[in-house]
């Protein structure tokens, strides 16, 4: 029996989540290499429209595992559908994106088999016949290649932009989809979630923003932003912040870029003093110019800057705002 | 205690919950800890006894190096406690002061981490344990939580705080599989704590703004997100109390037998390849200005 590669894509309520099609285009390029057969499976409620959707790819079968106590999540919920029909299914690698919701489960199915996750990878390298993993450490500063130890299952997870999701390759045919039924057994899920909200209005919106000057905690002190105020107002642009800045109140949340505050594309993107944590970056790399300042010559922001300026963002920005208003005043 | 599943055993089935107040809902005694530590009062509120997980990780702005192999970093950088870590703490404070109870701090790694216990303590932690060695260092997050798991057997915590990751490795999993060895519930990325009727109400973050709130039982595991709180300051005498404060050392050997092979292996450590062209911009500041705004006006037009 040919080694199997399984997919499980994220849906919540009733509606896959896109970045579901990255894991896939990344799992399609892992067949490719190693001539293993990818499979994917959906779980939930009433998912059958999500399986066929996925069944559309080039994929070899979809599963939909099915529920009504796999509505709303839970982590007990996933564990009793995923644990055993991945210790049936005996799937050589088991892929995943690195979401919020498989960051909850994702560990404890893994341990639960006595396996091992290798979490947040940003691609794979496939060499003499050895299937390794790249992940970030320490924040982005160091990329390291990760190999499992032991047999699989293996399990990882691709975190968000590791792939291209209008990459993924369509099916010649859409592929067979299998429901199987899961038996949670009552009481089994503890967890009572209630329905997800979003706080109070965001007051401003950075996604129409076409200038946007961004501090981080290089700004040092709260007083300082008023630097950053001042450039953002000569450029005619909106300031934000990374997210440490509005944890520690110098900026309101509705002023936060990356996974959990806002995720912008303005025409230039002007980071000061940010390292450029992926949370940060997935929330504005779609900007069409990035321009960072960071006394850091390895701070990984700078992979992602169009223009990098090493240095002391104290002495460059004062002179800068100067040249802006000249340039206006012109 | 009998709420504890068998190191190792990956069947996680086992259910042990206990409602919020693990002592009988009377009125007790409950002790306070630091200054009026000699002194009993009075209260009614249930006690909680919360254990946090914390980690010493290298310093946000130290300049880190490849060792020779690269495998790992070079030693010789100053360290601090992890960020998330510093919040799941000050949040375990708060809970105690609400509540009652005593607040546990727990690391592993080298006799270095032990600093990060101290500041623990003189903020304001009852006791500490340090599971000391340089072994701890590169144990994966499966072994991490075993070994916790193990350290922790003869304790009965009602909640386990974890920050969400580690700036270093950044596996996000030691908290959850702790939870799953423990056979308690656990939720992650956590913004908020309540006690409820049946146990907790925690508010969960989810991506792009979104918010949940959850209820669970006790005894649970919480992985907190920074930013839940705002955090404090030791204070002198808090410093001083942390030298008189309990702090049990626990031994790479006496937590050995139940740690396993390390299942994932970090083969190589390297400065990540660059994908996009970038141009440096250099010179003296009032130079790289005037650069900036040419090239904001004639290249980019946005002025
Ligand atoms: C689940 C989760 C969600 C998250 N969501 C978000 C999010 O939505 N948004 C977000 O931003 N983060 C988010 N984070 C946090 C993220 O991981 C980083 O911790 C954060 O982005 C770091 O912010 P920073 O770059 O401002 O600070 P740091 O990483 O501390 O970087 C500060 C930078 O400033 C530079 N610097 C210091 N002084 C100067 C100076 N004088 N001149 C120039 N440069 C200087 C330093 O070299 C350093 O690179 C999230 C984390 C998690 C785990």
């Known amino acids: 029996m040919a080694d199997i590669i399984l997919v499980v894509v994220e849906q919540r309520e009733g509606k896959l989540n896109r970045v579901s099609w990255e894991t896939i285009t990344g799992a399609q390029a892992i067949a490719a290499e190693t001539g293993w057969t990818l499979e994917a499976a959906v779980v939930g409620s009433g998912v059958g429209d999500i399986a066929k959707e996925v069944a559309g790819k080039k994929v070899s079968k979809v599963y939909a595992l099915e529920s009504a106590k796999l509505e709303p999540y839970t982590p007990d919920g996933f564990m009793a559908a995923l644990k055993p029909f991945i210790e049936q299914k005996q799937p050589k690698l088991v892929l995943m994106p690195h ?6 489960f994702a560990p404890k199915l893994a341990a639960g088999l006595d396996r091992a996750l290798i979490s947040d990878a940003v691609g794979y390298k496939y060499e003499g016949g050895n299937l390794r993993f790249t992940r970030q450490m320490f924040q982005g500063k160091f990329a390291a290649d990760v190999s499992f130890v032991g047999g699989p299952p293996y399990f990882a997870t691709f975190q968000n932009g590791a792939f291209r999701g209008d990459q993924v390759v369509q099916g010649d045919a859409a592929a067979p989809v299998e429901t199987v039924n899961v038996d949670v057994a009552e009481g089994l899920v503890r967890n009572r979630p209630e329905a997800p909200f979003v706080e109070a209005k965001q007051a401003v919106d950075l996604t129409q923003a076409e ?18 105020k001042q450039l953002a107002e000569a450029l005619g642009g909106e300031i934000a912040a990374s997210r440490p800045i509005c944890d520690a109140g110098w900026l309101p949340m509705d002023r936060q870029v990356g996974s959990s505050g806002q995720t912008v594309a303005p025409k230039l993107y002007l980071a000061l003093g940010i390292s450029g944590a992926i949370q940060h970056v997935v929330g504005m790399k779609g900007a069409r110019t990035i321009i960072a300042i960071n006394k850091d010559a390895e701070a990984p922001i700078f992979e992602i800057a169009d223009v990098a300026v090493v240095g002391n963002l104290f002495d460059i920005v004062p002179p800068l705002i100067e040249e802006v208003k000249k340039a206006k005043g012109a | 205690m009998s709420g504890y599943i ?3 055993d990956s069947r996680f089935e086992t259910h042990i919950t206990r409602p919020f107040p693990i002592l009988p809902p009377l009125i007790y005694t409950c002790r306070f800890h630091g200054m009026r530590s000699k002194r009993s009062v009075k209260c009614k509120e249930p006690l909680v006894k919360i254990l946090v997980c914390m980690k010493q990780v290298p310093q946000k702005d130290a300049p880190l190096k490849l060792n020779e ?15 998330p870590d510093a919040y799941a703490l000050e949040e375990a404070l708060r809970q105690r002061e609400k509540h009652g109870g005593e607040v546990v701090v727990i690391t592993s790694g080298p006799a ?6 101290r500041e623990a303590l003189a903020k304001g932690a009852d006791r500490a344990i340090h599971l000391e060695g340089d072994g701890f260092v590169t144990l994966d997050a499966f072994n991490t939580a075993k070994a916790f798991a193990t350290a922790i057997k003869d304790e009965s915590f009602d909640l386990i705080f974890t920050g969400l990751q580690s700036d270093d490795y950044g596996f996000a999993q030691t908290g959850v599989i702790l939870a799953a060895l423990l056979g308690w519930p656990h939720a992650t990325i956590i913004m908020q704590i309540e006690k409820s009727d049946s146990g907790i109400r925690v508010k969960r973050e989810l991506e792009a703004g979104f918010f949940q709130f959850v209820d669970m ?13 705002k955090l404090r300051y030791a204070t002198l005498i808090g410093i001083k109390q942390a030298k008189n404060k309990p702090l049990k050392k626990v031994s790479f050997d006496e937590v050995k037998l139940t740690l396993g092979e390390n299942l994932q292996k970090i083969e190589k450590l390297y400065i990540p390849q660059k994908t996009k062209k970038t141009e440096v911009l250099e010179g003296p500041p009032g130079e790289i200005a005037k650069k900036l705004v040419d090239k904001l006006r004639n290249e980019l037009r946005v002025i």
Not at chain 1, 99 to 104: K, S
Not at chain 2, 72 to 77: G, L, N, Q, S, T
Not at chain 2, 217 to 229: D, E, F, K, V, Y
């Open chain 2, 112 to 117: 270095r981490a032990q600093q990060v216990l």
């Open chain 2, 6 to 8: 068998r190191i190792g």
């Open chain 2, 69 to 83: 192999g690269g495998t790992w970093i070079r030693e010789d950088v100053s360290y601090e406690v992890n960020e």
């Open chain 1, 99 to 104: 979401t919020y919701q498989v960051r909850d």
């Open chain 1, 211 to 228: 200038i946007i000057v961004a501090v981080g905690r290089g700004i040092k002190e709260q007083k300082n932003i008023e630097i950053a």
């Open chain 2, 217 to 229: 039982p006790l005894p649970a595991l919480l992985t907190i997100q920074s930013g839940i709180n």
